[in-house]
């Protein structure tokens, strides 16, 4: 059985930094994303890595997050730094069994998900 923990949400002053990490049992796990979502709004991709190390961010987190993983213990991190009111949210770690070149793919291609955990930014 799969399983997908993710640890490191809390709350933090505009400024702050926290960091994420996401833990992938059970079986080989290939590419790796962090999404987040706001009650009422889509879930929305963060970061992704893929398997060897190449990634992808979305706009709105470049310069201030980094995704990095150590594959030997199947873990994602999400450094976030310069964390701003708007960065609230749940944020869930993705993983797939299967590995792709490109960093940023289709969230339909990832198996398996976290219950995610909760970042509040307070102003």
């Known amino acids: 059985q799969v399983h997908v923990v993710e640890s490191g949400g809390g709350l933090v002053q505009a400024g702050g930094s926290l960091r994420l990490s996401c833990v992938a049992s059970g079986t080989s796990i290939g590419h790796m994303a962090w999404f987040r979502q706001v009650p009422g709004k889509q879930r929305e991709l963060v970061a992704a890595?893929?398997?060897?190390?190449?990634?992808d961010y979305a706009d709105f987190v470049k310069e201030r997050f980094t995704i990095s993983r150590d594959n030997a213990k199947s873990t994602a991190y999400l450094q976030m730094n310069d964390l701003k009111p708007e960065d609230t949210a749940v944020y869930s770690c993705a993983a797939s069994r299967r590995r792709f070149t490109s960093a940023r793919i289709s969230a339909s291609n990832y198996d398996y998900w976290g219950q995610g955990t909760q970042v509040t930014v307070s102003s």
């Open positions: 890595i893929t398997s060897g190390g190449l990634t």
